[in-house]
T-cell receptor, first 114, second 113 residues
Framework: NAGVTQTPKFRILKIGQSMTLQCTQDMNHNYMYWYRQDPGMGLKLIYYSVGAGITDKGEVPNGYNVSRSTTEDFPLRLELAAPSQTSVYFC?????????????FGEGSRLTVL | DAKTTQPPSMDCAEGRAANLPCNHSTISGNEYVYWYRQIHSQGPQYIIHGLKNNETNEMASLIITEDRKSSTLILPHATLRDTAVYYCIVRVAGNNAGNMLTFGGGTRLMVKP
């Protein structure tokens, strides 16, 4: 099984550019999440989705947008890249929001904004 | 969700048990304790979780004190591949926000030969 797949793995952007980080999962999970991790820090939730067509903000949503048109895909959009968005981005999914607590994470996308 | 306190770093000899403590003194009755780990540059990996009883799986054991204000993750025979940052997280089960796990700083475990 592929699990959670993120692309690209690495990207360098100039200030003001836009891009989309792709995330897809093949486990038929309803819940999907985007986290960012700054160097030496823990993960912070950007956006999450409880199912196709439903998204909501996490702790640090400013500067990002998401969509969830299918169960499998949960892309993260950066509209006007800023140096503060230099980080490692992790996508995750889980079966249910209730009890399991087991999130499956992708390998991460390392973004640098110069 | 309750906050957790973990030591920033620990060392363990290879083959010995690694005991990672976590303090969650403000935990409420419906909050679970979760443990994840993050090996360098990889996505976090789920290890184990529990409510009040001790739990064991193929990776680790979770010991929760009777008052639930602290817990210990035990890796019974640590290997070099267990070197990672270990996160202790508490959260309410069943809320509408899904599994919104809040990751703090964690404990950086270094397993040494």
């Amino acid at each position: 099984n592929a699990g959670v797949t993120q692309t690209p793995k690495f990207r360098i952007l100039k200030i003001g550019q836009s891009m989309t980080l792709q995330c897809t999962q093949d486990m038929n999970h309803n819940y999907m999440y985007w986290y960012r991790q700054d160097p030496g820090m823990g993960l912070k939730l950007i956006y999450y989705s409880v199912g196709a067509g439903i998204t909501d903000k996490g702790e640090v949503p400013n500067g990002y947008n998401v969509s969830r048109s299918t169960t499998e895909d949960f892309p993260l959009r950066l509209e006007l890249a800023a140096p503060s968005q230099t980080s490692v981005y992790f996508c995750a999914s889980s079966r249910t929001g209730r009890l399991t607590g087991e999130l499956f994470f992708g390998e991460g996308s390392r973004l640098t904004v110069l | 969700d309750a906050k957790t306190t973990q030591p920033p770093s620990m060392d363990c000899a290879e083959g010995r048990a690694a005991n990672l403590p976590c303090n969650h003194s403000t935990i409420s009755g419906n909050e679970y304790v979760y443990w994840y780990r993050q090996i360098h540059s990889q996505g976090p990996q789920y290890i184990i979780h529990g409510l009040k009883n001790n739990e064991t799986n193929e990776m680790a054991s979770l010991i929760i004190t009777e008052d639930r204000k602290s817990s210990t993750l035990i890796l019974p025979h640590a290997t070099l591949r267990d070197t990672a940052v270990y996160y202790c997280i508490v959260r309410v089960a069943g809320n509408n926000a899904g599994n919104m796990l809040t990751f703090g700083g964690g404990t950086r475990l270094m397993v040494k030969p």
